[in-house]
């Protein structure tokens, strides 16, 4: 048994004339938390979404490891296989769940694949055979556990475009592990929340990481939870990898203070 | 207050008025007369003065009456998206369906109810049929479909051509034409599914147009405009509805009466119309109808969490044209007889305003809005024209009276007890 | 199937081409004026403004009324009838474009996406009744007004005709284009339309007034139907209450054809809607020409799935 890893090897990213990443590579290890830092457009979200499928990296890999030694190379695979096979699960930057629907359905949703496998297809769900029941069981009890662990069990059966928008990342996050990850990319999970929220939500993650081993992947502005959870963090400007280590070797880094850290009281550059 | 009120309404009564003479000035005031010699010009200007101060006076008591209703649509608006997170249906519903389908089975045995009644709800079950099947498509997974009909023509003419050229049996037929509808579905689907909301409407609407048109063209096989006639009625576990010895009324000791046959495909179709229902209910609540919904509200999220967008846009889309498919071969059995005309874009639009006028989703929402524009319009078939007007600007005065649909309240497919009822 | 079997045949020669490619590029001058109005409703407010097709239709009735109204007034001169029932139509139609707008459309902005889709199906079954009602359901004949053309033949046997009105058509469509465009590039009414169609409540929040720009859009687009509806009878000589249906299923399919929301894909989608059914009419089979043009759209959606022109939809993630 290895460590699940996850390996980003001169990935490059073009919009026509726009380099959004440049030859990017990093990894990051199953046993960590990565966050990827830096100014706004830097291009991190465009990471997340060549790593999810969701853009077709215009150069170079994103190779996953299993602690079972099994590899995919996610550039050839689409978004849904992503998800489903290589289970690099995401959040995304502004909320996107299914508004209409209850929390609770939410996270059944999540585990889609399974139940449709175990209701054959539907057919074993419209004759209400007993394998689907048992999985439909199966799955409210998943649902259940990650709603109490995020707080969400009252409401339960509220819509989730309903709740509030601390409550709603939480809810996304939660819908994430609904699907069975093992890389966890989180896409600024504490943009909006207030100090109170910010709290809990370093300690869901540091829960995440501890007891279930999950991998994060994190962009977050918020310096704060940044450097006091993440074991190892990765710092883009304009597409490139500036510096890559420690928390304590990052805020040390001259080339990182003054591109982003720095930012307030020094001017910008190129 | 009030006098400025009343000066503001007839001033806007005013301008409405100045509107509608003017609209009414080049195609009410003039007509257009043949003859022999050609086109030639009548007039008939006091229609515009009636339409001037129809409008007028209308407005005026509208403004007078209702200010507040003239206000009332925008207020509305603003909680359009909260409309949806209003509680969930309630008891009472679940009371009113189950109250629903027992008057539909004692439909036919209550005093007022005639023949003609009877032929008439046949013809809005098979529209409740066609509209849940419908909404499987536009209000669950959320794709705009405008040629449902297509679907529809197919399920007639399978039926109408294996019953004809095989002399299969209803009972034979209707699987056949409802899987050959949902194969047609899957063929049309696959290229075009990946297209957004409104490109994938005006593509299936070309389908819709397409369909008509072969329909009407290859002669050989459809009989062409003229259709094809002499489709064989269903009969009851091989009984036929026919006066003589071995027919339905002769077996059971009744008096051969036509009306036999009426209320047995008022039966059919409720029993379909009941089954598709029930089978769209459960589906709803199983894995692959909570995707159609997740996919509805956001594709993208969708896939982040490994559901196949592809797979499960063909499987609503097949499962909405098998349902048509089993409603197109039971008209086709109903009528004898089946023509292109019967299968036009305006069986699309009635179809989906039923979804939409229900409140897209809400079952009891489809039967009701099936009754209101399908079983209504029958009452005043001696208006004709007037009938077809009355009808469009029904559609129009609906959607500005309730843009939600009927009844626009969603049940969710699964509740967790311990969370606080909302 | 039949329709494939039956191959493609029909006159051959550079003659015939010629004559097809005169005929379609007319008709698409038609199409592409329809066109407009869906793709700059659809811009606007992101709608798909059903009604339209019946828009031109009316448009069609009214220029009818206005050519006999002409020759009750004793106006015998053809091109001072034809400008005068140009501004009848355009003036009188706009109204109805205007109307609808007011009375089915803006009640319906912010309600769920498809309630104006209905509202607006419904009233297309309204206008298409009311007209066979206040005029009859039988077709409507004009007597041929411009007559005349060159006609050349550079093959041969068969001879090219490019008539006036053909001449006419063309023209006016591309000086009604050329207007247009400069309506939309240079002007505070095409500014406040292009700010309303990227983010309607920014644009009234910067004082743009949406609501007096969206009745503007809706007006321009029912003149230029208009303008097309006055084509079209003068083109055919025939028209009735149910000619918007089909027109304005093409003329949509059309903008869809060139990127909806575009202008110039508008035109380039009406011009190409023109030329296949011109072509295909003309060599394979009149009975099949729309499953031709459907067909097209479906392939072209398929490989372009934003239309020729169409900004390729960036989806933000
Ligand atoms: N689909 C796209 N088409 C064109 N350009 C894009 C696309 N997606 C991203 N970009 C560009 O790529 C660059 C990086 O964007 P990205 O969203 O990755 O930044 P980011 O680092 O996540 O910024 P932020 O902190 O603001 O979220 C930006 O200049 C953006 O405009
Ligand atoms: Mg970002």
Redesign the interface.
């Known amino acids: 048994m290895t460590q699940p890893v996850l390996d980003v090897s001169n990935l490059s990213m073009r919009f026509g004339g726009l380099a959004a990443i440049d030859n990017l590579s990093f990894t990051a290890r199953g046993d960590h938390i990565t966050a990827i830092i830096g100014p706004n457009g830097a291009g991190k979200?465009t990471v997340f979404?060549c790593l999810t499928g969701?853009y077709r990296p215009t150069g170079g890999s994103v190779r996953v490891t299993h602690d079972n030694g099994k590899q995919f190379q996610l550039e050839r695979m689409a978004g849904f296989e992503i998800a489903r096979k290589a289970r690099v699960l995401r959040t995304?930057q502004n909320i996107r769940l299914f508004a209409g629907m209850t929390a609770l359905e939410n996270l059944l949703v999540a585990q889609h694949t399974e139940l449709m496998r175990a209701s054959w297809y539907s057919v074993a769900g419209l004759l209400g055979l007993k394998p689907y029941e048992k999985a439909t069981r199966t799955a409210m009890e998943r649902a259940r556990y990650w709603l109490d662990r995020v707080g969400l069990t009252a409401q339960a059966n509220n819509p989730a475009g309903s709740l509030s928008y601390g409550l709603q990342r939480k809810l996304e996050i939660a819908r994430a592990m609904c699907a069975n990850p093992v890389f966890l990319c989180l896409d600024e999970p504490a943009a909006g929340l207030n100090p109170r929220e910010d709290q809990e939500l370093v300690e869901i993650l540091l829960e995440l990481k501890r007891e279930h081993n999950i991998a994060i992947i994190l962009i977050e502005h918020d310096m704060g939870v940044v450097m006091h959870i993440s074991d190892h963090i990765v710092v883009l400007d304009h597409g490139a990898c500036i510096a890559d280590g420690t928390p304590a070797e990052i805020r040390a880094n001259e080339k990182v203070i003054k591109a982003y850290l720095g930012q307030d009281d020094s001017e910008e550059d190129g | 207050m009030a006098r400025g009120l009343s000066l503001a309404a007839l001033r806007d009564a005013a301008a409405a008025g100045i509107?509608a003479g003017?609209?009414a000035?080049?195609?009410?005031g003039?007509?257009?007369l043949?003859s022999a010699q050609?086109?030639?010009?009548g007039y008939r200007l006091s229609w515009v003065f009636y339409a001037v101060i129809g409008v007028f006076l209308g407005r005026l008591v509208l403004n007078l009456i209702g200010a507040k209703w003239a206000a009332r649509?925008?207020s509305t608006?603003?909680n359009?998206a909260m409309a949806r997170f209003t509680p969930s249906a309630s008891q009472s519903e679940y009371i009113a369906g189950w109250a629903m389908i027992a008057i539909a089975f004692v439909l036919p045995f209550l005093p007022f109810v005639d023949r003609n009644v009877v032929d008439r709800m046949t013809l809005v079950l098979i529209y409740v049929m066609l509209g849940t099947g419908l909404n499987i498509v536009?209000g669950l997974a959320g794709l705009?479909d405008l040629g449902y009909v297509a679907f529809y023509a197919v399920g007639a003419y399978s039926y109408a051509l294996l019953a004809l050229n095989f002399d299969l049996s209803f009972w034979i037929c209707l699987p056949l034409a409802g899987i050959f509808a949902a194969a047609f579905g899957v063929l049309l689907g696959f290229?075009?599914l990946?297209?957004?909301?409104?490109?994938l409407?005006?593509?299936t609407?070309?389908?819709g147009?397409?369909v008509r048109?072969?329909l009407?063209?290859?002669?050989?096989?459809t009989g062409g405009p003229n259709g094809l006639v002499g489709i064989p009625r269903p009969s009851f576990f091989g009984l036929e509805f026919r006066a003589g010895a071995g027919g339905f009324a002769d077996v059971f000791g009744l008096a051969f009466s036509p009306a036999q046959r009426i209320y047995f495909l008022y039966y059919l179709i409720l029993a379909l119309a009941l089954i598709t229902i029930a089978f769209v209910q459960r589906v709803r609540s199983l894995p692959i109808g909570r995707a159609w919904e997740a996919l509805r509200e956001d594709e993208?999220a969708c896939r982040s969490l490994g559901l196949n967008p592809t797979t499960i846009k063909l499987s609503a889309f097949a499962l909405g044209a098998a349902f048509a498919g089993f409603a197109g071969s039971f008209f086709a059995t109903r009528q004898g007889f089946i023509s292109p005309e019967s299968f036009s874009?305006?069986e699309s639009?009635i179809i989906?305003?039923i979804v939409?006028?229900g409140g897209?989703g809400s079952q009891i929402g489809i039967v009701l809005a099936a009754v209101l524009l399908v079983g209504l319009p029958e009452w005043f078939r001696d208006l004709q024209?007037?009938r077809?007007?009355a009808?469009?600007?029904?559609?129009?005065l609906i959607?500005?009276w309730r843009?939600?649909g009927l009844l626009s309240r969603r049940t969710p497919t699964a509740k967790l007890a311990e969370a606080g009822s909302s | 199937?039949?329709?494939l079997s039956r191959a493609c045949a029909g006159g051959a020669g550079i003659d015939y081409f010629l004559q097809q490619l005169v005929n379609g590029v007319t008709l698409g001058a038609i199409y592409g004026l329809i066109a407009i109005g869906y793709t700059m409703v659809?811009g606007i407010i992101g709608m798909?403004n059903f009604a339209h097709g019946d828009i031109y239709m009316?448009g069609a009735?009214?220029s009818?009324?206005?050519f006999?109204?002409m020759s009750?007034l004793g106006i015998t001169s053809v091109p001072i009838a034809i400008a005068g029932v140009l501004l009848?139509a355009m003036i009188?139609t706009a109204?109805?474009g205007?109307?609808v707008e007011r009375?089915?459309y803006r009640?319906?902005?912010?309600?769920?996406?498809?309630?104006?889709?209905?509202?607006a199906?419904?009233?297309?079954?309204?206008?298409?009744?009311?007209?066979?009602?206040?005029?009859?359901a039988?077709v409507?004949?004009?007597?041929p007004m411009v007559q005349g053309g060159f006609t050349f033949s550079p093959g041969g046997e068969f001879h090219v005709t490019i008539s006036i009105l053909q001449i006419m058509i063309v023209l006016l469509t591309l000086s009604l284009m050329a207007g247009f465009t400069y309506l939309i590039q240079k002007t505070p009414l095409g500014r406040a339309q292009r700010a309303t169609e990227q983010d309607r409540t920014m644009a009234a929040l910067l004082g743009v007034d949406v609501d007096r720009t969206i009745s503007a859009t809706f007006v321009i687009g029912a003149s230029l139907a208009a303008v097309a509806g006055l084509m079209v009878t003068l083109y055919y000589g025939v028209i009735d209450f149910y000619l918007g249906?089909v027109a304005g299923?093409k003329a949509?399919?059309a903008a869809?054809l060139g990127g909806?929301g575009s202008l110039p894909g508008a035109m380039l989608g009406g011009l190409l809607i023109g030329l296949i059914e011109a072509f295909w009419s003309g060599y394979c089979s009149i009975?099949?020409k729309?499953?031709a043009?459907?067909?097209v759209?479906?392939l072209v959606?398929?490989f372009r799935?934003?239309g020729l022109l169409g900004r390729p939809?960036v989806?933000k993630?």
């Open positions: 979200t979404n969701f995304f | 509107v003017l609209l000035l080049p195609l009410l003039f007509r257009l043949d050609g086109l030639s010009l649509p925008r608006h603003h359009a536009v705009l290229p075009v990946r297209l957004r909301g409104d490109y409407a005006i593509v609407l070309g389908f147009e397409i048109v072969i009407i063209n290859w002669q050989s096989l993208i874009f305006i639009a989906l305003a939409v006028l897209m024209q007037y077809m007007l009808f469009g600007g029904a559609m129009v959607m500005l843009p939600q | 199937m039949e329709f659809y798909i009316i009735f009214i009818l009324v206005g006999l109204l009750a009848f009188f109204v109805y205007w109307t009375v089915a009640p319906l902005r912010g309600a769920p996406r498809l309630a104006p889709l209905i509202s199906i419904g009233v297309s079954i309204v206008l298409q009744n009311y007209v066979q009602l206040a005029q009859g039988r409507k004949p004009l007597q249906f299923i949509f399919t869809v909806i009975a099949y729309d499953v043009v459907f067909g759209l479906v959606l398929i799935p934003t939809e989806e993630v």
